[in-house]
């Protein structure tokens, strides 16, 4: 079991979030509605899933549902610059779209340059570039 297929983001509302993430960020997907079911956009390596928040609790549990909270739930998503001037150029891209920035690009103690953003569910992006990052033909980090 040493791959993830898709990543499944519950969502408060779906119509912000596709405006988020395929209007403002530029994911890709066929799907041309502005409030699906459900979404799967294209990433190099994985889908990202969007799936109401209500429905995806659901989902786990119908009878005992997992209580839905408010805040930092322990988890980040990535995305692996190829050069600082990609971290900023992705941090502008996120601002121009709604997110949150929470931290603005600066470098790191591990040698990298990061910032981190927050999308309209609170999800936590990192945006990072690393001296030592390599990535392969299909742009997945190597180490």
Not at 63 to 75: D, L
Not at 78 to 88: D, F, G, L, R
């Amino acid at each position: 079991m040493n791959r993830m297929n898709i990543i499944c983001l519950g969502v408060r509302n779906m119509e912000t979030s596709i405006k988020f993430y395929r209007d403002g960020l530029g994911f890709t997907t066929n799907e041309k509605s502005n409030n699906p079911e459900v979404i799967f956009f294209d990433a190099s390596g994985t889908k990202l899933e969007l799936y109401p928040l209500k429905l995806l609790a659901k989902d786990i549990n119908e009878k005992n549902p997992p209580e839905i909270v408010n805040g930092f739930a322990g988890i980040t998503l990535a995305y692996n610059a190829k050069s600082k001037t990609e971290v900023c150029e992705i941090i502008e891209l996120a601002r121009r779209s709604g997110a949150i920035i929470v931290k603005e690009p600066q470098d790191v103690f591990w040698g990298g340059y990061h910032a981190y953003f927050s999308d309209p569910d609170g999800y936590y992006w990192e945006v990072a570039w690393g001296p030592d990052f390599t990535f392969d033909e299909n742009d997945m980090l190597k180490f």
